[in-house]
């Protein structure tokens, strides 16, 4: 298989660390690429129309997206529902928090490239609020959860928008208001699979 990836996506995170949990990581080559919304790649677009990363391109040649959908494959791949339990409220918490922290993820990304992409005339400070507003609300939901449940989708998916916001943002110092989240999330880094994909 190969996965179309960028060291600091979280998303693509989100998929290394899956493999890695499931012991997949020998079948994946990574294939590495640079783009941004003004600058996409070419290559990339061929296989997954929306142009991003991640895309898993399947040992039978068809390309899966997005990263919840490549996950759910790997984890089907190596059987017994091991991230994604079976349908039942294990399941429902864990697609919940997947939704939680890849939303997280987002508007974190969407700030990314409005600061790095657009100029810096057209930066609409307003909008940059708007997403920021929706990580702080989003802590602030997972700061009330017990995130002490096996390490399946939800809390992988928590712990790469996580590590997402201390690479790009460590001046949002998200653990001085929120303790418990960042003592679950110390604890987790030092998984094989996170210490593994930290990105540089
Ligand atoms: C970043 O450099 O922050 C980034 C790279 C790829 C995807 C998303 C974010």
Redesign the pocket.
């Known amino acids: 298989m190969q996965l179309y990836c960028?060291p600091?996506?979280?998303?693509?995170r989100k998929v290394r660390v899956s493999a890695f949990e499931l012991g997949l990581t020998e079948r994946i080559e990574l294939l590495n690429i640079t783009q941004s919304p003004v600058n996409p790649h070419r290559e990339l677009r061929a296989h997954n129309p929306l142009g991003k990363?991640p895309a898993l391109i399947t040992d039978a040649g068809e390309t899966l997206y997005d990263s919840p959908v490549i996950c759910e494959y790997l984890d089907a791949l190596a059987g017994a529902n091991r991230l994604f339990p079976a349908p039942g409220p294990a399941r429902w918490t864990a697609l919940r928090r997947q939704a939680l922290a890849d939303g997280m993820a987002d508007a974190a990304?969407l700030v990314?490239y409005e600061q790095t992409a657009r100029p810096a005339t057209l930066q609409w400070q307003d909008w940059i609020e708007g997403q920021f507003l929706k990580i702080r609300t989003a802590l602030d939901a997972l700061e009330k959860e017990d995130l002490d449940t096996p390490f399946d989708i939800g809390a992988i998916s928590v712990a790469c928008a996580l590590g997402?916001l201390d690479?790009?943002f460590p001046a949002e110092r998200w653990r001085e208001t929120r303790p418990r989240i960042g003592a679950w999330h110390a604890a987790a880094s030092e998984r094989p699979s996170l210490t593994a994909t930290r990105p540089a």
Do not use: D, Q
């Not at 600091?8 to 693509?12: D, R």
């Open positions: 960028n600091a996506s979280p998303f693509a990363i990304v990314r997402y690479l790009r």
